[in-house]
């Protein structure tokens, strides 16, 4: 039972989420109130790592973050080592990988919003920074829920990314999906299923314990 | 109460597809009813003065404040205005109890006022009783108002209602607005029922097709829909 | 020369892809060091005998499973005997043991502008040395040779924390050309393609020090091309294309 790479999975997920949602919430904010005109091409480019396959993305970290461009000479300058086969390296490329994943509930549940009550906050003196606290966010707190969800899950399947720029360094960033490709690449079946099952079940399990959290649908039927 | 000197005088235009809303006018009572009938553009006229909706041309002042001056692109912010803003449909946040929700605009207030004014608005309103409720166990009536006490709670210079009293019955309307009318706040008040606008001490402004056609004192400028209104009842008495 | 090589070969590749009428079509599996070098041979190929190739270029575990799992492919070019050798347990290759085609030549390379510009294997004891790219030693033909050389020269346990793993021997080579590794165990036809060549430099690991890493090659039973995949075979083995691969970093199996 590889621990090591379950803890690193669960980490990576962990982290990759508190980040991302950090990161998510002022900038979709910004989406649902501006009038600016930049507005609709970066939200294509939140939604881009989507389209783009998850190697090809861990490709171009790679080669973005190495030694290569500016932008890594100056990492590696205040760090001592490129980014590539680091954890922060993964967390990087994980919140690359499934920021479309935070902005998407994020914005949907913000827009959600009485558009009536974000009036009335803002005649009653609110400024931007207290409509995000104190009316968005308590008002879109399901979305916030489906938005580290879906974070959290999405990183604890990513693969493609943590193939590309992890190094399969065993307690950094050998995680649970990358040692099931080696286990099938070693032809080591039965360690790759019983690797494979413990994916699902923790996937499965926090999953529903995180739906449970969210409480009943409102139009949820009440047996009497 | 009439002064001669209006503390607020406006002149706007605003398009909105083909509709075209092109208003000046002066409040000097402190009860002016906005008469017409629905697609007049009250509403817009309302959101244009609160600052929700920006005209193409407008200057607005309001006492001291110039809120809008295309001219010189002057447009103050809605919080910044000092207007309160009451809709039907009344706009209290689900997730506050009712003295939360009447406290929102006090937040830069000290505590103690704070708390004072909250009280006061409670004892006038007589929603004491609900103070710790959220809105969605409350009926309708009692939640226009407390939506009514929010937009009081800062002491603006100026009220704006959106027809907020359909939800309520006649005599409970009455009675709100003799409250209101007790209050230092000037009001200017949407209608588009007769009865509801005739009142004494007060002006009217009639809008029609985004144009305005009328505005005085009430009884004067309200006199032809009134005996409109009479001679349908006598007609319909007689048949 | 070269250049003329190049367009000759995209020419035969794209004659192949237009053509429409229905015509035989060779598909191999191949390892993955094989790709630097196999366009011309291909080409040289389907131009002598008429025969379009279709080459899957992958580290030769992936291929194995997927043959096994019956993946349409006529001939495996693996780059050890092992991976052939499962398909052959499994009962789906025709011969009853892997064919040596080639042998392949481990090097280490580091770029141009890395601190490492005498380069020797006594770099690797290099205490300053950030990281090695491999090969996974566990799956990986290139990956095991590395892993033996080290152990055999006394290295492997300084190094063993700074080892960067890659899933198969291109990956290992874009690891260290993109300069995340300083250093990187890499196959002699990668280090020989002309971006490499241009990029840095190389030394070819001591060949006593891993055992020698003898590239077989299978064709698969029952498929469509049994023929065409013989004729391969015996195409890989003649003088002329010995030598070229030879001069691309792919000796001949003795």
């Known amino acids: 039972m590889d621990l090591q790479a379950l803890s690193v999975t669960l980490r990576l997920a962990a982290v990759t989420t508190v980040i991302l949602l950090l990161l998510a919430i002022p900038l979709s904010f910004w989406i649902v109130s501006t009038r600016s005109r930049l507005r609709a091409p970066i939200e294509a480019i939140t939604t881009l790592p989507i389209l783009l396959p998850p190697t090809v993305l861990g490709f171009y970290l790679l080669v973005l973050l190495g030694p290569r461009t500016a932008l890594g000479r100056v990492w590696i300058h205040l760090t001592g080592h490129p980014l590539a086969f680091t954890f922060s390296g993964l967390v990087i490329g994980s919140i690359i990988y499934s920021l479309p994943f935070a902005v998407q509930p994020l914005v949907a549940g913000f827009s959600a919003v009485d558009v009536a009550l974000i009036e009335q ?25 489906a938005a580290a969800l879906l974070c959290f899950t999405h990183t604890v399947g990513e693969f493609g990314v943590v193939l590309m720029v992890g190094g399969d360094i065993p307690g950094a960033t050998r995680t649970l999906s990358i040692a099931i490709y080696d286990q099938v690449q070693d032809f080591a079946y039965a360690a790759a299923n019983r690797t494979a099952l413990l994916l699902v079940v923790i996937a499965v399990a926090s999953l529903a314990a995180l739906y449970a959290w969210r409480g009943a649908y409102p139009g949820a039927h009440h047996e009497k | 109460m009439r002064s001669d000197t209006p503390f607020l005088e406006a002149k706007l235009e605003h398009r909105r597809g083909s509709f075209i809303l092109r208003a000046q006018f002066v409040l000097r009572s402190h009860w002016t009813v906005l008469f017409g009938a629905s697609g007049a553009g009250k509403t817009t006229l309302l959101r244009i003065v609160a600052g929700l909706t920006q005209p193409a041309t407008g200057s607005i002042r309001l006492g001291q404040n110039q809120l809008v001056d295309t001219t010189h692109k002057i447009s103050l912010p809605p ?30 207030w000290p505590r103690i006022a704070r708390e004072t004014r909250i009280e006061e608005l409670l004892r006038l309103f007589d929603i004491e009783a609900m103070a710790g409720r959220k809105p969605r166990q409350l009926s309708g009536g009692e939640r226009q108002r407390i939506a009514l006490a929010q937009a009081l709670a800062p002491r603006p210079d ?16 009455v009675a709100i607005i003799e409250k209101l009318r007790s209050t230092a706040v000037p009001v200017l008040y949407v209608s588009h029922d007769i009865a509801d606008a005739w ?36 007609a319909n008495a007689k048949a | 020369m070269f250049e003329l090589r190049r367009i000759f070969s995209f020419a035969v590749l794209a004659a192949c892809i237009l053509t429409s009428h229905a015509q035989q079509t060779l598909h191999i599996a191949a390892a993955a060091d094989l790709e630097p070098v196999f366009l011309p041979v291909i080409a040289q190929f389907t131009a002598q005998t008429g025969v379009c190739v279709e080459a899957s270029y992958k580290s030769s575990a992936t291929l194995a499973a997927a043959i096994i799992n019956g993946a349409p492919f006529d001939l495996f070019l693996a780059a050890d005997l092992s991976f052939p050798q499962r398909v052959v347990a499994a009962g789906l290759a025709e011969e009853s043991a892997p064919i040596p085609y080639a042998r392949g030549t481990l090097v280490l390379w580091t770029r141009n502008d890395s601190r490492y510009h005498q380069l020797s294997m006594d770099s ?33 346990d300084p190094v ?22 300083e250093l990187g165990f890499i196959s002699l036809t990668s280090a020989l393609t002309p971006q490499l060549k241009s990029a840095g430099h190389y030394i070819e690991v001591p060949r006593e020090a891993y055992p020698p890493i003898l590239q077989g090659a299978i064709a698969i039973k029952n498929s469509q ?30």
């Open chain 2, 199 to 234: 009142q004494i001490n007060a002006d009217a402004i009639v809008l029609e097709n985004g144009r305005i056609v009328s505005q005085g004192e009430t009884r004067a400028v309200l006199a032809p829909q009134r005996d409109q209104i009479l001679a349908q009842l006598g």
């Open chain 3, 225 to 254: 091309n049994a023929r065409a995949a013989h004729q391969f075979l015996d195409f890989l083995a003649s003088a002329p294309v010995v030598h070229q691969l030879e001069g691309g970093g792919l000796g001949p199996a003795r």
């Open chain 2, 158 to 173: 100026l009220l704006l209602l959106d027809e907020p009293f359909n939800a309520l019955d006649a005599q409970s309307r």
């Open chain 2, 79 to 108: 919080g910044q205005r000092r207007i309160g803003f009451v809709i039907q449909q009344a706009a209290l946040f689900p997730h506050l109890t009712a003295r939360e929700n009447l406290g929102f605009g006090l937040h830069e």
């Open chain 3, 124 to 156: 690797l004891r290099d205490p300053a040395l950030k990281s090695v790219a491999i090969a996974n030693p566990e799956h990986a033909p290139y990956g095991r040779a590395a892993k033996a050389a080290l152990e055999h020269l006394g290295l492997y």
């Open chain 1, 121 to 145: 906050a803002r005649l009653l003196g609110a400024s931007r920074w207290r409509l995000l606290r104190s009316v968005l966010l308590p008002l879109s707190a399901r979305s916030i829920g």
């Open chain 3, 160 to 181: 063993k924390s700074k080892l960067v793993i890659a899933e198969n021997i291109a990956q290992t080579a874009q690891y260290a050309e993109s300069g995340n590794a």
